[in-house]
């Protein structure tokens, strides 16, 4: 356990505002869970943070920040499948990197995304056609409202599109463990656009396929070790089948692609938002990245307040072009 008083959480967040929390409180194994319940949180707020990957701050949060720290990864070989048990506190990005190459496939499409693999499910992750969801066991959480710690399953979890139960709920799981399912044998994915060029003539293997993924996401993203940012921060849009023909008559190349809906089209919100001419444009201290529309860069370390100001000018602009409500990724905290 670390409890740190009056905590900076300025490089706890890779948008790097400017942050403190009355408290924060890491959890690094399953014996610091009765912390949880010490008076002093009485009447306090809780609030989970991961990575801060996918979080806008405020400038103060007066309340307990609470992330988990378990580290530990177990594998686990079966004749049908690789079963991973990874604790929440390590890094996504060196679990995918690792693991490819071991030559164990299954998780290759998901890599350089940034953040800790407590938070893959909360935002059920997904990249060049694979989806966490797709990969996902079981998980072990604490929950803060019962007091309990519980295994849930994909069920319980609730999975949809960058959405679940934890996202709907952000501060009642403490996701501590995650355990995944990798198939046996291993196929590559490769449909989704753009990733069979990359992996060129390459034989496709976990570690090629990591390769090409890594080449293509620091070719369209800006790494936020360099530039502060938060990823895509908008979600893509699903519209009618209505909406869709009414805007594929006035943008012919608007791109587009099917979803498990049957009545529903999605569309690209980095198109949408360059359509509407962001893409590179400042407001105040932040701005839209000129490498990609779907990112908000905070060179400036401006506060929380300035970005949800530009996202909210972006979403009201391109509502006003295309009758299209785009709904941000990132979650506050404070």
């Known amino acids: 356990m670390r409890l740190v008083e009056n905590a900076d959480l300025s490089l706890a967040n890779t948008l790097q505002v400017p942050s403190h929390a009355r408290w924060l409180l890491d959890i690094e194994s399953l014996k610091d869970l009765h912390v949880l319940n010490d008076p ?6 809780m609030h989970i943070l991961g990575g801060g990957s996918n979080v806008v701050l405020g400038e103060r949060i007066d309340g307990v920040v609470v992330r988990a720290a378990l580290r530990g990864i177990e594998i686990h ?5 690789v079963e991973v048990s990874v604790g929440a506190g390590e890094s996504w990005i060196a679990l995918v990197q690792s693991l490819s190459e071991q030559g164990i496939g299954g998780l290759e499409n998901l890599g350089l995304i940034p953040g800790l693999v407590g938070a893959s499910p909360v ?6 056609g694979v989806e966490f969801a797709q ?13 309990e710690l519980r295994r849930l399953n994909s069920q319980d979890c609730a999975f949809g599109y960058r959405d679940s139960v934890f996202k709907r709920n952000p501060n009642r799981w403490l996701i501590l463990t995650v355990r995944m399912r990798l198939p046996r044998p291993w196929r590559a ?10 992996l060129g003539d390459e034989t496709p293997s976990p570690n090629s396929i990591h390769h090409a993924v890594v080449r293509l996401r620091t070719a369209k993203l800006p790494d936020p070790a360099l530039i502060p940012n938060a990823g895509s921060f908008f979600k893509n849009p699903e519209v009618t089948p209505d909406l869709f023909e009414r805007l ?5 190349q608007m791109p587009a692609y099917p979803t498990a809906k049957t009545d529903r089209k999605k569309l690209s919100a980095a198109w949408l938002i360059e359509q509407a001419g962001w893409r590179g444009r400042k407001l105040g201290q932040v701005q839209v990245s000129a490498q990609h529309a779907l990112v908000i860069t905070n060179e ?3 506060g929380g307040r300035e970005i949800l100001e ?4 972006i979403t009201r602009d391109v509502e006003a072009q295309f009758s299209v409500v785009l709904e941000r990724e990132p979650v506050c905290i404070g």
């Open 123 to 128: 935002q059920n992750i997904g990249a060049y």
């Open 77 to 81: 070989t079966l004749p049908d499948s």
């Open 248 to 252: 594929r008559v006035r943008y012919a």
């Open 310 to 313: 530009l996202a909210a000018a």
């Open 40 to 45: 002093r949180w009485d009447g306090r707020a």
């Open 135 to 147: 990969r996902f066991a079981w998980l072990q959480a604490f929950d803060l409202e019962r007091g």
């Open 189 to 198: 994915e490769l449909d989704y656009a753009g990733l069979k060029e990359a």
């Open 300 to 302: 400036q370390r401006a």
